[in-house]
């Protein structure tokens, strides 16, 4: 394990021996100089994890010192020992940026205590620089897979809206990686130094939920034992990645349109309001306008949540990116020489996907699980993969073993077609391979609009 590197400038001959020595038996690699020039000189070329200075030396003292460290962006803890009579002067250093002093005369323990509080203190700095940095790198663009063109448009919007401030509607179904292009945005934003806060609103009830985004006080209901900081507080100067907002209760919607609107959240039981400062990234798998027009979805709030919207397209439109995925989810598992047989990849390709890129990373992980040697075998992947789909057309039809009702799944037909013709009958009618009166006639039969 390195040493940690601590440079000292005291021009007491004396005290520097005992300090040296004092330090050295901690561990330390100790550098010592007789002033603040000599110490700079070394500082300019050498890396350190500390600074112990005296401030008066004759040449440079010890606040010249500091200035110079701050000029070359010198990023360490920067201790100044004081004589009794210069307490003013130590909180000076203080407040031009020094970590602590310490008076003379101190003790070994008391300048081993200092000298470890602040060589903790510029580890964890560099371990949180070093843990941002991974999560930048975890969550780049490019580790988002897909060279299909309907990626394309999804990475160039991600790029657009990522150095903005507006709020983000994340459209699209179940695995195909919403919280993951949440995150993108997050960690190339101007709010990547603040945290990232996600809520999964379809697994909290409804009576949580509230406790949950706003937080409560102490005493507001049955086991409130102490005020609690909700997720908007924690999400404070960052993004609160709010998935599955279409589970959200109608109550509940107002305030978070209250939230939005007015930067500022009540906590349970609490008549104070307090300012918060959040991005706001949700995302769902259900159409939203069509709430919307079912009045189960408030439309102010779909308009203050929908800035800017993308919508990620389900593998079956982008199976081009399949190969790539794949082998990403090899790397991942740490199986790279693996080979995948011609007739498991035609297989794979030629799948729905229904579950979207998590369900291919899971069917890849079970495979390797199930494999011989170094190849994947059709035999390795689920029945259903290999033995194919029963389909209609470009229709996957999957007959449940409790049956169906034939006029539900009509209904849904014409409401699906109806939609993707904008409301146009005769391009529906003409989706559905029917004529238009006969279209017109199964829409009053159903009560469709």
């Not at 009540?266 to 918060?276: A, C, E, F, L, T």
């Amino acid at each position: 394990m390195r040493k940690s590197k601590i440079v000292l400038a005291e021009d007491d001959p004396s005290l520097s021996r005992i300090m040296e020595y004092s330090l050295k038996g901690e561990g330390w690699e100790v550098h010592v100089f007789p002033n603040g020039k000599e110490a700079l000189s070394f500082l300019k070329e050498k890396d350190v994890d500390l600074i112990i200075s005296d401030l008066s030396m004759p040449e440079m003292g010890g606040m010249e010192l500091l200035r110079e460290t701050q000029k070359i962006k010198l990023e360490v803890p920067f201790i100044m020992i004081t004589a009794f009579g210069t307490i003013d002067s130590a909180v000076e250093a203080m407040k031009a940026g020094a970590y602590d002093y310490i008076t003379k005369p101190f003790s070994q323990e008391e300048l081993g205590l200092i000298v470890k509080k602040a060589l903790e203190l510029k580890s964890l700095k560099e371990e949180n620089i070093s843990l941002k940095s991974q999560l930048t790198e975890k969550y780049k663009f490019e580790n988002i897979i897909g060279k299909s063109p309907k990626m394309e448009k999804v990475f160039e919007l991600i790029s657009l809206v990522a150095g903005t401030n507006s709020n983000v509607l994340i459209l699209g179904e179940s695995g195909t990686g919403k919280e993951l292009v949440a995150k993108a945005i997050h960690y190339h934003s101007p709010r990547a130094e603040g945290p990232f806060i996600a809520v999964q609103c379809a697994a909290i009830p409804p009576t949580l939920l509230e406790s949950e985004l706003f937080g409560h006080v102490k005493g507001a209901f049955t086991g409130a034992i102490k005020d609690r900081e909700g997720k908007f507080e924690l999400a404070d100067e960052g993004t609160l990645f709010l998935d599955e907002i279409a589970e959200m209760s109608p109550e509940m919607q107002a305030k978070l349109l209250r939230a939005i609107q007015e930067r500022e959240i009540d906590r349970v039981g609490s008549s104070s309001p307090v300012k918060i400062d959040v991005r706001i990234i949700a995302a769902t798998n259900q159409e939203l306008e069509r709430l919307v027009k079912d009045k189960k979805f408030r439309e102010d709030l779909y308009y203050r949540l929908n800035v800017i919207s993308i919508t990620l397209p389900p593998l079956r439109e982008r199976k081009e990116d399949i190969p790539s995925l794949i082998e990403h989810f090899l790397k991942k598992f740490g199986d790279t020489d693996c080979q995948i047989e011609d007739e498991a990849m035609h297989s794979l390709m030629n799948y729905s996907w229904p579950g979207n890129v998590r369900e291919l990373e899971n069917t890849i992980e079970r495979a390797l699980v199930l494999k011989k040697e170094c190849m994947i075998k059709k035999e390795n992947l689920p029945e259903k993969i290999w033995k194919g789909e029963k389909r209609i057309g470009n229709v996957v039809m999957d007959l449940p073993e409790e049956g169906i009702d034939l006029e539900e799944v009509e209904k849904e037909l014409i409401k699906i077609a109806l939609e993707k013709a904008k409301g146009n009958q005769t391009q529906a009618a003409k989706y559905l391979g029917i004529s238009r009166p006969t279209l017109l006639y199964r829409m009053e039969k159903y009560k469709l609009e």
